[in-house]
């Protein structure tokens, strides 16, 4: 898989991803800075086919519709989202960059149009659900310390250790992690009752 991260804004990531053989490719969270991401697609010799949106807040989503346009890629993200998009994504859905695929896995509570996808099986865009050490914030309208814990416990937290985590905001002691280590270290991930994970959010 081709892949880079980049940090646009202060603190955001986007990621220019794709096929090693096809060069087929999209772009995860252009919030800013379309330019730079189109020269990082160049570099990489990759061709635009989605802008995928992790969920619909303006600093994942700013870029979208010069990037559509520039690129002709098709914009995704989840089917209820008000942003306005192509492709309306659902759980399980799967996009493919030639041989690569793009997993959908339908992740809400920071908002409830988010999504987390998971690439080739090894690569996990975590978006504002999951940070280096942090999750998504919960105080914020719209959004659900339930719908986060059954996101983080019981889909996130049941992918294998080696997968790994590129998350939505530099947040973190680095710039990515792996499914294992956040298990190990993530204060936020340690056991918890919804009942506590709610309570603890709240906190």
Known sequence: MLLRQLKVRADNFCYVLGDERSHDGAVIDPSADWERIAATANELEVKARYII??????DHTGCNAILSK???????IYHSSKV?????????D???LGELELRVIHTPGHTMDGICVLAG????????TLFVGE?????????????????LFEKLMKLPDDVKVFP???????????????RRTNYTLKPRTVEEFVEFMAE
């Open 70 to 76: 520039e690129t002709g890629a098709k914009v995704a």
């Open 121 to 128: 099986g090894k690569a996990l865009f975590t978006g504002d």
């Open 53 to 58: 949106n992790t969920h619909g807040h303006p």
């Open 168 to 182: 939505g905001h530099d947040y973190g002691p680095r710039p990515s992690s792996t499914i294992g280590e956040e």
């Open 135 to 151: 999750c998504g914030r919960t105080d914020i309208p719209g959004a659900n310390s339930e719908a986060l814990w059954r996101s």
């Open 84 to 92: 306005k998009h192509d492709i309306g994504l659902r759980d399980g």
């Open 94 to 96: 799967v996009l493919r």
